[in-house]
């Protein structure tokens, strides 16, 4: 079964830090661009950073602002997605899609997940204290 799978979401306080991981299940992300995304109670998609698989060619939208890192783990066919100093407005569930045939940049900038060929059911990010 070809799947994504989000983890790593929860409650933390501002000014904390998440891990967030992507697995990729049932295919090999080697040909994909992997984005994180993330969607706030009405509105809109987000692009946060996104990665070749392939190469490790990365993308920063200014979304967070230098507060994500993102990186892969080749052997274990997963993404993740460190933040940092988390604000309540970082509050949303956040996403991990695999685009075929974009580049980092068009990946990081689509505005919806139907954009991509797979995407993972969300994890939720709640920062407040």
């Known amino acids: 079964q070809v799947q994504l799978v989000e983890s790593g979401g929860g409650l933390v306080q501002p000014g904390g830090s998440l891990r967030l991981s992507c697995v990729a299940s049932?295919?090999?992300?080697?040909?994909?661009?992997i984005g994180w995304f993330r969607q706030a109670p009405g509105k809109g998609l987000e692009g946060i950073s996104c990665?070749?698989?392939?190469?490790?060619?990365?993308y920063y939208p200014n979304t967070m602002a230098g507060r994500s890192t993102i990186s892969r783990d080749n052997a274990k066919n997963t993404v993740y997605l460190q933040m940092n100093s988390l604000q309540p407005e970082d509050t949303a569930v956040y996403y991990c899609?695999?685009?075929?045939?974009?580049?980092?940049?068009?990946?990081?900038?689509?505005?919806?997940?139907?954009?991509?060929?797979?995407w993972g059911q969300g994890t939720q990010v709640t920062v407040s204290s």
């Open positions: 899609a695999a685009g075929l045939g974009l580049s980092v940049r068009e990946m990081c900038t689509i505005t919806n997940l139907y954009e991509t060929a797979f």
């Open positions: 049932g295919f090999t992300l080697d040909y994909y661009a």
């Open positions: 990665i070749n698989f392939s190469d490790g060619v990365t």
